[in-house]
């Protein structure tokens, strides 16, 4: 009964159009309020230790380092790089799209900061090569998502921070699935480019591949920083976050040049920005999560389904569901700091690995973002393209349809995910 009030005060004023972040709060505070006995200072010391976790610095240095690569002009020499390499196979340009946004992905930690980045460059040169806008469009949107799946992440550390995961094994097993869905979006470019003829760029030679390598290899680079410190022990991801901020700055101001120093200020202000919004949001998520356990809702959630015989299958096609209902309206991090702490328990208590579970819910996220009416991507890819919503949706089902299909392999193969951390002995 409780759990049908909270979700009822928090749908209402939702639909209100009231933000996310301010809609839980006041959810909480009328129930807390109204409802229950507990005391206000336990409510406050659990604000405190809820957010007092070393995990979360990470957020702030990702998005920092997101913002100087998007600033500085690493994507477009990572664009540059994979259009070396794939440019003259069927739909080059849109494979070199692909590419390049798993290599920033790798680098920023964003799915809006890749969508913005490489689609920025990428598109019009796509439509002057004599590719449709839509082909563009499709492929920007959907690869772009790659941001939350390959590892650095804000929605893993959203996700550890909401479940106490480990970063470094979330990481590390979103490498393999990331790599295959690329793939997969690479063979839906492919299949459509040849299908319809689309143009092909002339093969680059082995110095013109040599000289685009040297280019972007300082970006590059950053991958190695980080995966690798994370890796070998060097430090932790919250260190590698901080590490890749300082090393983001170094690249766009000093090696590149790109990006003059009196536009620092601003960027510092932008990433202070964004970070506050998220740290808001993760505040009244604490509050929210605190609230769910005191009431017992993800317990008896767990023993409603195990009492009514609903197994690993059943339980994982209803996460899904779940998750991609959630994308209609709201955004990564708001579906993972709500909906992590009242699945996770049920998760655990089936058995289901922690890690493997997070990748899933990253993985709905990732497609959340493609779907309208909330998809973040087609909102930003749309100020990018010039598109409707609507146009962009036609233009991004059969890459979505792509999503999918990988999205049911990743829930029900847990050891796409696992393998990774596992041979590296993290989980």
Not at 137 to 164: E, F, K, R
Not at 262 to 273: E, I
């Amino acid at each position: 009964m409780n759990a049908a009030i909270i979700f009822g005060i928090l749908l209402a004023l939702m639909l209100t159009g009231m933000p996310i972040s301010i809609s839980l709060g006041l959810t909480v505070l009328s129930f807390l309020f109204t409802m229950t006995q507990v005391p206000l200072e336990s409510v406050a010391l659990k604000l405190f230790t809820g957010i007092e976790k070393f995990e979360i610095m990470a957020i702030p240095f990702f998005i920092l380092a997101g913002n100087f690569l998007t600033h500085g002009g690493v994507a477009k020499r990572m664009i540059n790089f994979a259009t070396s390499m794939v440019g003259h196979w069927y739909g080059g340009l849109g494979l070199a799209g692909v590419l390049a946004c798993a290599l920033f992905a790798a680098v920023s930690g964003s799915s809006p900061a890749t969508v913005v980045a490489i689609g920025s460059i990428l598109l019009p040169a796509m439509v002057r090569a004599g590719f449709p806008n839509k082909f563009g469009a499709g492929i920007i949107t959907t690869a772009g998502a790659l941001g939350i799946l390959i590892p650095p992440s804000i929605v893993m550390v959203m996700y550890s921070v909401a479940t106490n995961t480990s970063v470094g094994a979330l990481f590390m097993a979103g490498v393999v699935p990331g790599l295959a869905l690329a793939a997969t979006l690479g063979g839906v470019t492919w299949y459509r480019a040849r299908k319809f003829n689309y143009p092909r760029q002339p093969k680059a030679s082995v110095a013109e591949r040599v000289k685009a390598f040297k280019e972007s290899v300082w970006g590059l680079l950053l991958i190695v920083v980080v995966m690798g410190g994370i890796y070998t022990g060097m430090f932790t991801p919250t260190e590698a976050a901080a590490m890749s901020a300082m090393y983001a700055f170094f690249v766009a101001v000093f090696v590149y040049r790109d990006m003059p120093l009196k536009d620092v200020p601003k960027v510092l202000l932008n990433s202070a920005n964004m970070s506050a919004m998220l740290l808001y949001i993760i505040t009244n998520a604490v509050l929210f999560s605190f609230i769910m356990t005191n009431e017992n809702i993800p317990q008896a959630l767990a023993e409603w389904m195990l009492g009514n015989g609903l197994g690993v299958v059943a339980f994982l096609l209803a996460v899904n569901v779940l998750l991609l209902l959630a994308g209609n309206f709201m955004e990564p991090s708001s579906i993972v700091l709500i909906f992590a702490p009242i699945l996770f328990p049920v998760a655990i208590k089936l058995g289901i690995d922690p890690v493997h579970f997070g990748i899933i819910m990253v993985v709905n996220m990732e497609v959340g973002m493609c779907h309208p009416p909330v998809g973040l991507n087609l909102y930003v890819a749309s100020g990018i393209t010039k598109m409707g919503i609507t146009e962009l949706t036609v233009a991004v089902w059969p890459w979505l349809l792509s999503m999918l299909v990988f999205l049911g392999l990743v829930t029900y193969w847990p050891g796409l995910s696992l393998w990774f951390p596992r041979m590296l002995g993290m989980i």
